[in-house]
């Protein structure tokens, strides 16, 4: 198969006019010219989103849509990998999320379940600070032992691949610690830390702030919180939902800014009533408001991201950050946080996304 660019993404550059050839799921060449099977206007990498509850509906803590329904939509949005999402709930229901989960990427393995493939699970939750619980129920909240969490994912072990915790909270720095020697990459998020606490746990295995800015301590010119201290710390990623509303435009150029494309991502954040017409709608007992496209809760909290990961690069090129960049922070940069080959490069996996003018999705190749 032959696939021809005008605009192709490899590394941090455009060039034009190439023809990409894949053999059995993986790239073989990259040149220009010649006779193809499709032509598109922009080809990339295609889009791994880290931070995704689900959407139109669907939950794995709820299960009240399809799960294939669900992975097809975030396919069509080219969305190739998803890191499903579980916020703090009661742990039988968080337990029932993973035994969804855990079969559907059991499912996946055996090429019986289509869609964006699941690279795992994301636990923004149970431990999580009581100060800062965005949209999360201050009652499910959790102290963070390894007791705790091993309770929580007995069974399910190998499914996680990231956690979000509240360094500030007593036995979070050994919690977060632990887990980062077993591989699983290890978020601050929904903390009320301040700059030293948030150093301390940079330093202890933690190499991410989740959607900075949400749910954490604000930056204050003489309590600068963990938001600097992620800002200011090359080692450290920082996630950002770019659907400019959780974040001013500015707050996102200057996350931009101080980290570049290669350790901002952009993610979703998006939630059950996500793409649901404007309404009002009871989820897990708690009730919402989705307006003009955007969800809250009940109390007026946002509630999760407004749009896709195609939604956010069309938002942050529209801020004024360059397309490369643009499609990076939402492609490449997430997907080697977690070791997958998610560049154009002969000898890597053909997964890729077709772009039409405008940045709209066209097609999407996802093979391996």
């Keep these: 198969m032959k696939i021809f660019a005008q605009k192709l993404l490899v590394g941090r550059t455009f ?7 894949v053999e059995d799921g993986q790239i073989t060449a990259i040149g220009g010219g010649g006779p193809a099977d499709f032509s598109v206007w922009a080809l990339t990498p295609g889009l791994v989103d880290l931070h995704c509850h689900g959407g139109q509906g669907f939950d794995p803590e709820l299960n009240e849509r399809p ?23 009661p742990l039988p ?3 029932r999320a993973l035994a969804v989960v855990q079969t559907a990427m059991q499912q996946q393995a055996a090429g019986k379940l289509p869609g964006a493939h699941i690279l795992g699970v994301h636990l923004e939750g149970p431990f999580l600070s009581p100060e800062r619980p965005g949209a999360m129920p201050p009652a499910a909240l959790l102290p963070p032992t390894l007791a705790a969490y091993q309770t929580l994912v007995q069974g399910y072990e190998s499914v996680i691949r990231q956690v979000t915790l509240a360094p500030e909270l007593p036995g979070a720095l050994e919690l977060g610690a632990a887990l980062a020697a077993r591989g699983i990459r290890v978020q601050a998020g929904h903390t009320d830390a301040d700059y030293e606490t ?13 959607h900075t800015f949400n749910a954490c301590r604000p930056l204050r010119h003489r309590d600068p919180g963990v938001v600097a201290a992620a ?8 996630e950002c939902i770019c659907d400019l509303v959780h974040l001013h435009p500015a707050a996102l150029q200057l996350v931009y800014h101080m980290k570049g494309p290669e350790a901002m991502i952009a993610v979703s ?19 919402y408001i989705v307006q003009n496209g955007v969800s809250r809760c009940a109390n007026g909290t946002l509630d999760g991201g407004g749009v896709y990961l195609d939604g956010a690069v069309r938002n942050l090129q529209s801020i004024g950050i360059p397309a490369q960049d ?22 890597h996996p053909a997964v890729l996304v077709g772009w039409s003018e405008g940045w709209q ?3 999407v190749w996802r093979d391996s």
């Design 326 to 347: 643009a499609c990076l922070m939402a492609s490449t940069t997430p997907a080697a946080l977690l070791g997958l080959p998610r560049t154009i490069h002969p000898g």
């Design 231 to 238: 800002l200011l710390d090359p080692n450290v990623t920082t």
């Design 93 to 95: 229901t968080m337990r």
């Design 67 to 89: 799960l294939p329904e669900f992975l097809t939509i975030l396919l069509c949005h080219g969305v190739t990998d998803v890191l499903l999402t579980l916020g703090a709930e």
């Design 198 to 210: 948030a150093q301390r746990a940079f330093s202890a295995g933690f190499t991410g702030l989740c």
């Design 361 to 363: 999705v066209e097609r």
């Design 269 to 287: 954040d998006s939630v059950a009533t996500h793409g649901l017409p404007d309404g009002r709608y009871t989820v897990a007992g708690q009730d």
């Design 15 to 21: 060039l034009a006019n190439q023809t990409v050839t």
